[in-house]
């Protein structure tokens, strides 16, 4: 045995090493990379069907991977992706060659698959199918006139972009060239260091040229709130009375399904909040990993879970006032749950590890989001838009009636009943506290703010991405028990009565269609108002949006500082101002202060153009401004000091 084990060691580090040189060679890239990546880390052995495998795998490469980005590299570094890509090559060849049973390693690489797995295809595609128009941009002007209908898409972007560039997270980038440190210090990036992580693999370590990066981005982070949706009905999936009564169940998990993608979730894809979505997914994914799981010692499920928390410290923090019940039901009454936290001794060697790293992990989020004042998170302005409330607050009722028959109305079974339908029961208390926490938000909102304000909405849109997962769950535990206690046989015409029952469900939110128009009706739901908006902004803006790609694809380095006006009418003039300093990693303190600067433009440029010209030179003697020729011919004949002139270049 234990030469077994030394030769899969030897081999492993033969084949990481013999990769990382071919690497450096000819550097792997590829969509199909990312794609054989993902089928690599799927066949990692951490438990033996394909639900749960997902359920972990997501946890820990949301969670996990991003904090590898807060250590140092040197230039000629691989990438994280490329050596996420070897270890699992090298890790998969150990686990096989150094097995006492060969043929039963390589056996236990292929999860088990069952008939309520086929719903997580049905996740993918009707994510994807939602989302479709970002994956099909093939252009960086495309790109970027799609990405222009959502403000918060710069920001994202300009992280993402970041990361590329500095292959670090921000904190550890040190300062920009002109002295001033960089925007988005405060602000989280483990979606981005996700996202980061794909790019090594689907395009290259090395950051390509505009296009590439925008494209990628505009795919990777859709494929993202894609996986949060796969994620998300793989949890629902790996449940018990699920699998036992797939047909059953899965018009119940298909609104699930459909609650996030074209449904509730819409509201936050379409207004580039995907990074709140991963954040929301990873939440609901601890939360069945922890109500259900046989023993919360064992070294995977204690990992997910660590994982999964430092995800959403790392993504969306305040979701860690969601996870607080959680504990309370992981920990209460002690005398009925210290069987679920009995190991062995080498496990919670292991668990303690992985407790040191998820400390450190939190440790940095922490000291990042240190930084943002309690009043900016009262005050801060935000867009976010309404969802329908009515599907929302119905699903709240059917799993609040769900989880009272699951108890059958005993409120010290609810408290205290053991088991994994008490434990279902129990899941509605989640809800419950997101709600009592937005309306305490709220109410200081309007106390000091005079108005709900960005974070209490969005705390509210997770509470509502929750409650179908919920649901789902009370009442499909409930149908299970129901179904256990009953003289059941499956009756003829099972299989059509599910399926009819799924299509209904995908219609509950309104039609699942992009356009409704050419059916002769104006857009009626969150998402179909949504997309039609961004149809008609991207058909709007394409050609500012070529503009701005063409200015910052021009941008050079050695010309510092620089403020961006674009001569349209069509975009915003401190939105194009921003996406140039995102497109050429300028964004910084300075540069992101000068942008409100440009804000008379709202009223138009004439009798303005020269008045912000002087205003943004003035502020700082570094600074230059960059405009068309047309706009710089204007400000010439409207006066502008010549010692203010020579300070703005022609972009043309």
Known sequence: MRTRRGLGVCLGLIMMAAFLLLGQAQPFRGWWLLALTGLLAIAVPTSRGLSQRIVVLGCLFFGAVPLLWWIPVPANF?????????????????????????????????PSVGKADVLI????????????????????????????????NSSHFSMFNMLRSHGTVIPMAGLSDSGHPWSFIEYPQGFHAALATMADLAVGHAPGHLGIELVSYSRLSSL???????????????????????????????????????????????????????????????????????????????????????????????????????????????????????????????????????????????????????????????????????????????????????????FRQFLAGQGKLPAAARLIVIPVVGLAVVIAVGAYQVISAGKVNYYSLKLALAVELLLPIIACIAVTALVGRWLASQRYGR????????????????????????????????????????????????????????????????????????????????????????????????????????????RPLHEGYGGNLAKVAENVLGADPEVSVVLDSTLRDFLKSDGLPDSLLARTISAD
Not at 122 to 146: I, K, W
Request: proline fraction near 4%.
């Open 121 to 152: 295809v049905v996740a993918a595609v009707l994510g994807a199918a939602a989302l479709m128009p970002y994956f099909l941009v093939f252009t960086g002007p495309q790109a970027l006139g799609l990405l222009l209908a959502s403000w918060d």
């Open 224 to 410: 993202a709130a894609v996986g949060a949706t796969v994620m998300v009905t793989a949890g629902l999936t790996s449940l018990p009375w699920i699998r036992e009564r797939p047909l059953m169940c899965t018009p119940f998990v298909v609104l699930a399904i459909t609650a996030w993608s074209f449904g509730t979730a819409s509201i936050a894809t379409l207004h580039a909040f995907q990074n709140f979505l991963v954040g929301v997914a990873l939440l609901a994914c601890l939360m069945i990993a922890v109500s259900f799981a046989d023993s919360l010692a064992r070294p995977v499920v204690f990992a997910t879970a660590a994982a999964a928390i430092v995800g959403i410290a790392n993504t969306w923090a305040l979701l860690l006032l969601l996870v607080v019940p959680l504990a309370v039901f992981a920990a209460f009454p002690w005398s009925r749950q210290r069987q679920r936290w009995q190991g062995t001794r080498s496990g919670w060697l292991w668990n303690g590890a992985t407790a040191a790293v998820a400390f450190l992990g939190l440790v940095l989020v922490g000291l990042q989001i240190s930084r943002i004042e309690t009043g900016t998170v009262v005050t801060a302005i935000g867009r976010v838009p309404s969802s329908t409330h009515g599907v929302e607050i119905a699903t709240f009722l059917v799993a609040l009636a769900a989880s009272i028959l699951l108890v059958h109305g005993n």
């Open 491 to 598: 009756p003829k015409g099972l299989a059509v009565m599910s399926t009819l029952a799924a299509l209904a469900s995908t219609q509950v939110f309104g039609l699942t269609v992009q356009d409704t128009k050419p059916l002769g009706m104006d857009p009626m739901t969150p998402y179909q108002q949504g997309m039609s908006t961004i149809e008609a902004h991207t058909s709007r803006n394409a050609e500012a949006a070529a503009e701005l790609f063409h200015d910052a694809e021009s941008h050079s380095a050695d010309r510092g500082d620089a403020m961006y006006i674009i001569n349209s009418e069509e975009i915003d003039p401190l939105l194009a101002a921003t996406w140039y300093l995102s497109l050429t990693g300028t964004l910084n303190e300075n540069t992101n202060r000068l942008v409100e600067e440009l």
């Open 78 to 110: 691989p990438g994280w992706g490329q050596l996420l890509l070897g270890g699992l090559i090298s890790g998969l060849a150990m686990w096989v060659v150094g097995s006492q049973d060969r043929k039963a390693a390589a056996a236990a690489l292929v």
